[in-house]
């Protein structure tokens, strides 16, 4: 595969027998504009695949092994209209499939290529994967996870309809999140797209607008956040404030026209989604821009940057890890060329615009009083090269209006998080909470001899 950061990619293929010898030659199995997420050969003359072309929700179709100009493809399963088929696996038994409805409902269906129906689940779960011994075997194991519950897995049995659980390990306890409930609501942005928005916090918050509130947001790729538990991200529920996931365009929660509608030129809809979500929170009276945090990662960084340059006013305290902050730039670092066909080129005149508009740093403004604000980098970042989050820090903390903290955090034996240890991981949330809850006002989090601002604790 020919792939890059983007949501599809060029595919080739060789016969094993060409490749030992000197006869070796590629041929094209499909292009980005097929737009395929995931292919299997079926070692009968036949690729399946997951397409989105011409059907933003996915379908599963196949074509005959060889005849890869994908004009006689013959659709095994029809895309659905209010869920994104995600993911297949082939059995001797026929064809499982999951789908998910917003990015947090995850249902399981199986089809023997003439009938189909919805399989029910052992639990509600929020996100399901699937995992097989191939199509001449009939097992199918099915794992489930959710924001609160761990990852458990089962074997299903397709002739008893009845799944037996088959963890590989113990499933951890974590007694101290029982008492958590989770909202998945949708919220209106400004164009009056629905925005997929996660609520978690403890049952019996007071809804008296002064919860400390910790917003999450990514929108990129076509990377959907799905469900997942991370105990280390709900400590901070632990510490008596409330979760959210934005899942906003840019991402894959509601297909492909989710992806496209964050993608290049239309990359505002990112951040202003995330602006959207935060003031429904503010709205509804569970919290206030006092007690606001938003966080992105990578190429989140573009939507808390352009979401705290366009809308300081909004959170009380900012956070970008590893982040995107000079994305005009970024064309010119090492892993810039790559990242054009997701973000645009500096070359292409209406593209260039669309970079300039997503680049935080350019939209810094002096005597502003932006919020309290957290910036990370891993001096061997191979994705986001530090200087990218070093510019955007240093121009904040010389423009920034306010007596808040710009803090520059480096770590010079990391990169940008992909091989972390459980320690760096502990690490990271614990800096990000720390520095959120210090901000706030939280009591555990105050300094034994705290610096007071005009603009609150500093």
Not at 331 to 339: L, R, T, V
Request: glycine share 8%; hydrophobic share 35%.
């Amino acid at each position: 595969k020919i792939w890059g950061a983007t949501a599809y990619c060029d595919a080739f293929y060789a016969k094993i027998s060409e490749i030992k010898t000197e006869s070796f030659n590629w041929k094209p199995l499909y292009k980005k504009s097929n737009k395929v997420s995931l292919g299997v050969f079926t070692h009968d003359a036949e690729f399946v695949f997951l397409t989105a072309e011409n059907s933003p929700n996915f379908r599963i179709a196949s074509i005959s092994f060889g005849k890869t100009d994908f004009d006689n493809q013959a659709t095994l399963i029809k895309e659905k209209e209010n869920e994104v088929i995600d993911d297949f696996r082939i059995t001797a038994d026929g064809l499982y499939y999951t789908t998910s409805k917003n990015g947090i409902e995850a249902r399981l269906y199986f089809s023997d290529y003439q009938n189909e129906r919805q399989i029910e689940l052992p639990k509600k779960a929020g996100n399901v994967e699937l995992s097989s011994k191939g199509k001449n075997y009939p097992d199918i194991w099915v794992s489930t996870q959710g924001w609160t519950s761990a990852l458990e897995r089962y074997r299903y049995k397709n002739n008893e309809d009845r799944f037996i659980k088959e963890n590989m390990a113990p499933v951890a306890s974590f007694p101290e999140f029982d008492d958590l409930i989770v909202k998945e609501i949708q919220v209106k942005s400004h164009d009056g797209a629905e925005v997929p928005l996660s609520i978690i916090h403890k049952r019996n918050i007071k809804m008296d607008g002064n919860n400390p509130t910790f917003l999450v947001g990514y929108g990129s790729y076509g990377f959907s956040i799905n469900p997942f538990l991370l105990p280390s991200f709900l400590v901070w529920t632990d510490n008596g404030g409330i979760l959210c996931i934005a899942h906003v365009r840019g991402g894959g929660e509601k297909g492909d026209s989710w992806y496209y509608g964050g993608h290049k030129t239309t990359k505002p809809n990112t951040w202003k989604d995330m602006i959207a979500c935060t003031e429904y929170m503010i709205e509804e009276g569970y919290t206030s821009n006092k007690k606001t945090v938003g966080l992105g990662t990578s190429a989140g960084g573009i939507l808390i940057g352009r979401a705290m340059t366009e809308r300081p006013d909004l959170f009380a305290v900012a956070i970008a890890q590893v982040g995107t902050m000079n994305s005009l730039r970024m064309e010119i670092a090492p892993n810039g060329p790559n990242n054009t066909k997701e973000f645009g080129s500096s070359k292409d005149s209406v593209e260039c615009m669309a970079l300039i508009e997503m680049d935080s740093y350019l939209k810094i403004e002096k005597d502003v009083k932006y919020p309290a604000t957290l910036i990370t980098t891993g001096m061997n970042d191979p994705r986001v090269i530090a200087w990218e989050p070093g510019k955007f820090a240093a121009k904040l903390q010389a423009q920034n209006g306010s007596n808040k903290p710009i803090v520059l955090h480096v770590d010079y034996d990391s990169g940008h998080g992909l091989d972390e240890s459980k320690i760096k991981e502990f690490e990271r949330w614990s800096n990000a909470f720390s520095f959120a809850l210090w901000q706030l006002g939280h009591p555990k989090f105050r300094y034994s001899k705290p610096i007071q601002t005009s603009d609150g604790p500093g």
